[in-house]
């Protein structure tokens, strides 16, 4: 037909027909996009997609063209966008307690870097600890401790080699109003290599899954080698913090590093969340506790007078997993007067009552040796049928031996069980009035 002619009232009705079917196919696509937080940037999430951009357009639009007929959204991209949706919907299950403000403000999210990056209230915390003009985050990941790092630093430099998730990052920033953080597409020796300005602060978050496989307390085989950057690019800057795995050993990393290291044992709810290395300012090697709470934190160093309060009955104390970490045991002997109930224990007994950060502190009312067997009688005739059960060098878990024991969990009266030998030991303690 010419393009004068007068269009036919069944070619009408084919343009009426064409046009509703792209209509249903771009409002299920809206529909999708706005389960996704209205968000089309949320394509860029995968780095196979970043080739592709004309794709990313007609998922959006709900239609793309494949040769000279068009039709709705393939398989394919409707595979993704399903995926996409799962994926986004399991990351807030798990960021409602890890990045609650995150959640509240519509950010997205992908798996990897969520299960690694610093919880907000803990990157908060760093954000409080330092500051300064200029930091370089040489990991950025997920970018939360650059958010909090965004409040105590006037300029931040943030790279990453993903950069399907740098165009999550840049969304989130712009939709919390970040406008001091700037995410660069690239690697951290890369980077260094082509830049030697000075800078306040260098931040080092190294992936401990560079394979896809969990290492825990091995530094050296995070990526990128923290130890290696270090080494060769030290002069940047006077101040490096380095995130560690809570299962480092502490004295370990010191030995690799040929400088003062000051260490942060960051503890929550009695559980280490993670570490925090300082090298290149600090004056002397120490470790200190920084424990997080609701409303704040507070530091102990390991050289600190500690605040105790002392107790006419006995006390039985199980130091906390970060001052146990930390080394702090032999510093809280010497000040409490507690004692250990055998050379390598955790578990002490006196008359002080030490800070909680350091240790869970109990009243003594009952001690027996013996076998499992001779305990659970022990037990029985003090009529305890409901308690809380820890273990600590036993030769079965705090579960499985309250099982054996036959009681219920719970309760006031807390049971502290020892002893891998023949002859095992169990206290029983109930908290202080």
Not at 70 to 79: L, M, R
Not at 173 to 192: H, K, S, W, Y
Request: hydrophobic residues 40%; contains cysteine; neutral net charge.
């Amino acid at each position: 037909m010419p393009w004068f002619a007068v269009p036919t009232e069944g070619h009408l009705s084919f343009l009426r027909r064409e046009a509703q079917e792209t209509a249903v196919i771009q409002i299920r696509t809206a529909m999708i996009i706005f389960a996704l937080f209205m968000v089309r940037e949320i394509y860029c999430k995968l780095n196979s997609i970043l080739g592709d951009s004309l794709r990313i357009e007609r998922i959006s639009d709900g239609f793309y063209y494949k040769g000279d007929k068009k039709s709705g959204i393939s398989d394919e991209d409707a595979t993704f966008i399903k995926t996409t949706i799962q994926e986004q919907q399991s990351c807030r299950l798990k960021a409602k307690h890890k990045l609650p403000s995150w959640l509240t403000q519509q950010c997205l999210f992908a798996t990897v870097p969520l299960e690694q990056c610093t919880s907000e209230r803990i990157s908060s915390v760093k954000a409080h600890l330092f500051g300064g003009e200029k930091l370089l985050s040489l990991t950025g990941g997920l970018g939360v401790d650059d958010h909090a790092f965004a409040r105590s630093f006037d300029q931040i430099t943030s790279i990453d080699t993903d950069t399907g998730l740098n165009a999550i990052v840049r969304f989130n920033q712009a939709r919390m109003g970040i406008d001091n953080v700037t995410r660069l597409d690239m690697g951290a020796e890369e980077f260094l290599l082509q830049h030697t300005s000075q800078w306040s602060c260098v931040y080092v978050d190294p992936d401990r899954r560079p394979d896809g496989n969990r290492i825990m307390g091995n530094t050296a085989a995070y990526s990128p080698d923290v130890f290696t950057l270090y080494k060769n690019h030290c002069g940047i800057s006077r101040r490096w913090l380095i995130k560690l795995s809570p299962m480092t050993d502490i004295q370990w990393f010191q030995k690799q590093v040929d400088c003062p290291v000051k260490m942060y044992v960051f503890s929550y709810k009695n559980e280490i969340r993670e570490m925090l290395a300082e090298i290149g300012s600090a004056d002397t090697t120490e470790t200190c506790i920084v424990e997080v709470n609701d409303i704040g934190f507070s530091i102990i160093d390991n050289d600190a007078q500690l605040t105790l309060m002392a107790s006419e009955k006995p006390i039985f104390c199980e130091l906390t997993a970060a001052a146990i970490k930390a080394g702090f045991k032999q510093h809280i002997i010497e000040q409490s007067g507690l004692t250990p109930i055998n050379k390598n224990s955790y578990y002490l007994t006196g008359n002080a009552i030490i800070p909680h950060a350091l240790g869970r502190s109990f009243i003594l009312e009952h001690t027996f040796s013996g076998s499992l067997g001779e305990i659970e009688k022990q037990i029985k005739l003090l009529g305890i049928i409901k308690a809380n059960v820890s273990a600590r060098d036993f030769i079965l878990p705090a579960e499985e031996a309250r099982k054996k024991l036959g009681l219920k969990d719970g309760g006031e009266m807390y049971l502290f069980l020892t002893g891998k030998d023949k002859i095992k030991t169990c206290f029983v303690a109930r908290k202080p009035d």
